[in-house]
C-alpha cells in the first residue's frame, strides 16, 4: 500500500520560512516525479513545484525565488524549502508522486499559516 506522509507546517510570520517534508512507502520512489501542490480556501488545488526522477524542476511563477524542492531518493522523501513567506502562501500543501501507469498519489494534506 503506497503512503504519503507529510510533516513541517504550521505558523510562520511573514518573511520567515518553513520546510515541509514528505516521506513515501510502498512504491518505487525513484523512478516517480514528486511535487507538492496548494489549496487555500475557496481557490483550486495548484502546483507549487515539483521534480522529476533525474532533478528537472518547476516552479509556479509565485512561488520561484523563494521555494526550492528537493528529494533524497535514498529516504524516499521529497522537501519543499519554503522562504520570504508571505500570507498569500497560506494554504493546505499536499505531496503528490506520478508514476506511470499507476494512479497519482496523495499525502493527507499539511497546514501551512503565515500571518504576523
Known sequence: QVQ?????GGLAQPGGSLRLSCAASGIIFGDSTTGWYRQAPGKQRELVA???SGGSTIYADSVKGRFTISRDNALNTVYLQMNSLKPEDTAVYYCNLH???YPDYWG???QVS???
Open 114 to 116: 503565515v500571518s504576523s
Open 108 to 110: 493527507q494534506g499539511t
Open 50 to 52: 515539483s521534480i522529476t
Open 4 to 8: 504519503l506522509v507529510e510533516s513541517g
Open 99 to 101: 508514476l506511470w501507469p
